[in-house]
């Protein structure tokens, strides 16, 4: 084990020596992969900054927002960039977080004033299945019709938190009674996104709860246009990702400019087809061609991070109440 | 069992052990230290607690009941690819989750074989998901495990009582009287238990297959806990009680072993003459051919998909690939070097405390790890390092069941010889253990570099770019909807998982 520590010394060694300040950004895991975002973001800020940005993936969202309250005022993180509206309010409560200082035009179609967190991208949840069959268009019909659902456990996925969330806001006091409705579709329940998509691609359900922009996915990458997203009558429930800037970073202005290169057209341009998300700042270019083939909800639901921090623990009573039985 | 003066390594395995127990209880204390104490389990903590405790007994009756026909057929036939079935009872426990499940549900799923095949015959299709699902993962997972446990507890029968038998002409009721049903009583509450107390610990598979909600165990109270609520009180308070069942479980099952009476044999390979023929013979085959289905179907599927995305294999690939062997060989190495010291040492106690690794999930000890490397050092500096010490706790367990009841059997036959003679230390080590327990330091070498190479666990706390092994790059590709790419990753996953495991365990020899 020994000359793993070595290399480890090594290397802090070599980064010690390096002129260039590095800028250390925590993010989720998909991010930084070669089909990811990371890349092209990385290339494009290193080209005006001076410095040296390191992605440093670290699970999901969720476990992003773990690793930094582990790590506390020791983290070597300037940047965490991957936390979603779900997880704001704990963000926010854990006091690692300064405010960020930047400001831009946003396209969302909703307000946001978070003085913490940035928003860089942001989606709707929906129901994904194959084009060509008649689908549901409300919750209420897809529990009342056969078709077979994969979803995410909400205790330990942020879509299954999602879903959660939207079943909520969309029907409040009723939420229950619609978990229970639609507790004979589920088919199964995953720890988190890839295993529910995985098995919907597997064929084991009819539909899987993902995002309206996973067709587009399919239709741009891989040139199929054979699967559709659900367009349901209560609007959907959008997960906005952010990111921000902690307390502890020695880099403040430098991951202010990062926060602000971000936001900028370059590197929104990339988010649509690596990231598979909207851009929350629109593009000089626009959307890329296929995205015009997507559904357009009309009712954008969420929940402020104090809603949904006060909503999650009975919500989560209900949603395993009405599925245990 | 009279203690005799310990010839080798007697105080070697008592530090050893305190090592080990040290490792264990230092991340509990740290993550109770930092959540200023723990917090009473609730209403659902126990629903989780009923639920972990009878998929895991089901489980664990399930694969040893279905493991005796298959170990006794492969103990007393001798056909040729024997030796290469054998090795093949090795690789669905290896598998990491998400590649097993993919390969059961090309086999079980909704467009599996199993239900084409019904549909055929013009029935219902079966749905894989609920309690039966999770339990039949586990029996794919574990079943060769107590295979394997069985086989050895066969073979370890002189050949010298089968031939009596054979001589005796004793009919084959009496032969399992006689000489196998004392020996099913001394291997089955350990193989019982060990399978019992890897299924407290599922979270993938109990989640996936359980059908929702129901299947809920304590390892995925424990992930919430860490991971959404980072409520670190509740955390410790269920690795406590984890650990508490897992203990208990330990503990039960060393009280009921009984002592292996067969005596000793001359150190021959078995001849089995005696074995029953005629219709006998078929239904060994028709056991055995069951078994190679059940096992090789989901593993075929694994490699006819992952064979279509081998040619998008990603940047970065190798470096991953890399850096699990680099863990997965040290992972072997130390864990059966480990094994060996604790099983030296020849007292239950220490037995027992080799056992506990597998009570403490590998969230919780990466997590108390963090915590107490945290404020000396980055812990992504130690990534690997951790991942490694991780991986050679959970694998302890695995490898003292297969190495410690070898050393046993070694002492007791040969150790007073070896005593007269003054075979002490390294000595002992190189001429009286070492030849005669290869085989079981090679399959508990193997097992633990394979189950090392599969782990995705702690590497996801520490990770950082230049550390990520192959699962994670595998989690990855998904993430970012590269599922052929994740498939083909999938596929080198499991000939290297179970390449090492292979290469460990024809290295020890004959079994």
């Known amino acids: 084990m020994k000359h793993l520590i070595c290399a480890a010394g090594c290397l802090a060694a070599s980064q010690a020596l390096a002129a260039d300040p590095v800028l250390t950004v925590y993010t989720y895991d998909s991010f930084n992969t070669e089909w990811g975002p990371g890349p092209a973001i990385e290339q494009g800020f290193e080209a005006s900054c001076g410095c040296d940005v390191e992605f440093v993936a670290a699970g999901d969202g969720a476990a992003l927002l773990s690793r930094v309250r582990l790590e506390g005022p020791r983290s070597e993180a300037d940047v965490v960039l991957g936390l979603d509206t779900a997880l704001i309010g704990a963000a926010a409560e854990t006091g690692l977080f300064a405010d960020h200082g930047v400001s831009a035009e946003y396209d969302l179609p909703i307000a946001w004033d978070d003085s913490r967190f940035v928003p860089f991208d942001w989606g709707y949840f929906a129901f994904v299945g194959q084009a060509g069959a008649d689908h549901p268009t409300s919750f209420e019909a897809l529990a009342e019709s056969d078709r077979s659902i994969v979803i995410q456990d909400p205790r330990s996925s942020t879509p299954g938190l999602g879903l959660l969330m939207w079943v909520k806001s969309a029907y409040g006091d009723r939420a229950g009674e619609i978990w229970e409705a639609l507790a004979d579709n589920v088919v199964t329940v995953t720890p988190g996104w890839s295993e529910a998509y995985g098995l919907f691609l597997e064929g084991e359900a009819d539909l899987v709860l993902s995002y309206t922009t996973s067709p587009a996915y399919h239709l741009i990458a891989e040139e199929d246009d054979s699967k559709v997203a659900l367009p349901f009558d209560e609007g959907h429930y959008m997960q906005v990702e952010v990111a921000g800037i902690l307390e502890s970073s020695d880099q403040k202005t430098l991951a202010q400019d990062f926060l602000t290169y971000l936001l900028g057209s370059d590197a929104q341009a990339v988010l649509p087809t690596t990231n598979w998300m909207y851009p929350a700042v629109l593009p000089e270019g626009g959307l890329p061609a296929g995205f015009e083939t997507l559904i357009q909800p009309e009712t954008p639901l969420l929940m402020s991070a104090e809603e949904a921090q006060a909503a999650r623990d009975a919500a989560l009573d209900e949603w395993r109440g009405a599925l245990s039985q | ?511």
Do not use: K
Request: aromatic share 8%; net charge positive; charged share 15%.
């Open chain 2, 1 to 511: 069992m009279a203690r005799r003066p310990v010839a080798i390594g007697g105080r070697l395995g008592v530090g050893a052990a305190l090592t080990v127990a040290l490792c264990l209880l230092a991340p509990l204390a740290a993550i109770l230290w930092r959540a200023g104490g723990g917090v009473a389990p609730g209403a659902a903590d126990w629903a989780a607690l009923r639920f972990t405790l009878l998929q895991s007994a089901l489980s664990a009756l399930v694969s040893v009941v279905l493991a005796v026909p298959v170990a006794r057929a492969l103990a007393r036939r001798r056909f040729a690819g024997r030796r290469a079935l054998i090795v093949l009872t090795g690789a669905p426990f290896i598998l990491p989750v998400v590649v097993a499940v993919t390969g059961l549900l090309t086999v079980f799923g909704r467009q599996g074989v199993v239900n084409d095949l019904l549909g055929l015959a013009g029935l219902d299709p079966v749905r894989i998901y609920g309690l039966h699902g999770v339990v039949l993962a586990h029996v794919f997972f574990n079943m060769p495990l107590a295979v394997r446990m069985l086989l050895q507890g066969w073979q370890a029968i002189p050949a010298e009582r089968f031939r009596l038998a054979a001589q005796l002409d004793l009919p084959p009721c009496q032969v399992f009287r006689l000489l196998e049903w004392p020996m099913l009583r001394a291997v089955v509450p350990g193989a019982l238990a060990a399978i019992f107390a890897i299924c407290l610990g599922s979270f993938a598979v109990a989640l996936i297959l359980g059908g929702g909600p129901r299947a809920t165990t304590v390892e995925l109270a424990i992930y919430q806990a860490f991971r959404f609520d980072f409520d670190l009180g509740r955390a410790a308070m269920l690795a406590l009680v984890q650990f508490a069942i897992v203990a208990t479980a330990a503990l039960v099952a060393l009280r009921v072993t009984v002592a292996d009476g067969s005596g000793t044999g001359l150190d021959r390979a078995v001849m089995r003459r005696d074995a029953p023929g005629g219709a006998w013979r078929l239904l060994d085959a028709a056991v055995l051919s069951v078994a190679v289905v059940f096992l090789s179907g989901p593993l075929l599927a694994v490699g006819w998909r992952g064979v279509g995305g081998l040619d998008r294999m990603p940047d970065g690939l190798w470096q991953a690939a890399g850096n699990s062997l680099v863990v997965a060989v040290l992972s072997a190495l130390l864990a059966a070097g480990l094994a060996l010291t604790l099983a030296a040492a020849r007292r239950r106690w220490v037995e027992v405390l080799g056992l506990m690794p597998l009570a403490l999930s590998a969230l919780v000890l990466g997590t108390g790890y963090f915590l107490i490397a945290n404020p000396l050092i980055a812990p992504s500096r130690l990534a690997l390092a951790m991942t490694t010490l991780v991986n050679v706790l959970m694998a302890l367990p695995f490898c003292l069941r297969v190495i410690a009841p070898a050393l046993d059997r070694v002492e007791r036959d040969h150790g007073p010889l070896a005593d007269q003679l003054g075979l002490r230390g390294l000595a002992r080590l190189r001429w009286l253990l070492l030849p005669r327990m290869r085989p079981a330091l090679g399959y508990g070498a193997g097992l633990a570099g394979a189950l090392s190479m599969g782990d995705l666990g702690v590497i996801t706390l520490f990770a950082d770019p230049e550390r990520a092994t192959l699962p994670l790059f595998m989690y990855r590709l998904m993430g970012a909807y590269q599922m052929e790419a994740a498939a083909g990753v999938g596929l080198l996953l499991l000939c290297l998982s179970f390449g090492l495991f292979a290469l460990f365990d024809l290295g020890g020899g004959r079994a």
